[in-house]
Nanobody
């Protein structure tokens, strides 16, 4: 069983930065497809960024150039560095892992961006 724990959310003003962390309960980060999703009130959950086992990253158009996904295999952690935050980035952010054909989710961390 894999557990994912997110942290780093909070309340910031537009233009500021935050770094989210997702710690996995086992050493899966290095050989697992990892992603960050977000869900705003009244909206569907959407994928924000992903990173493959080979290190290839992908971003939603809405965050390209502002968000960066990375991982630290030694710490079993995936990060989402968010810069130039906008009010429309306000959402609950979830960490996701696809491991042995099964999807795992964290509990989510709230990010609120004020204008």
């Amino acid at each position: 069983q894999v557990q994912l724990v997110e942290s780093g959310g909070g309340l910031v003003q537009a233009g500021e930065s935050l770094r989210l962390s997702c710690v996995a309960s086992s050493s899966i980060v290095s050989n697992t497809f990892m992603a960050w999703y977000r869900q705003a009130p009244g909206k569907q959950r959407e994928q924000v960024a992903s990173i493959t086992t080979g290190g290839t990253t992908n971003y939603a158009d809405s965050v390209k150039g502002r968000f960066t996904i990375s991982r630290d295999n030694a710490k079993n952690t995936v990060y989402l560095q968010m810069s130039s935050l906008k009010p429309e980035d306000t959402a609950v952010y979830y960490c996701n892992a696809i491991y042995v054909h099964k999807a795992y989710w964290g509990q989510g961390t709230q990010v609120t961006v004020s204008s």
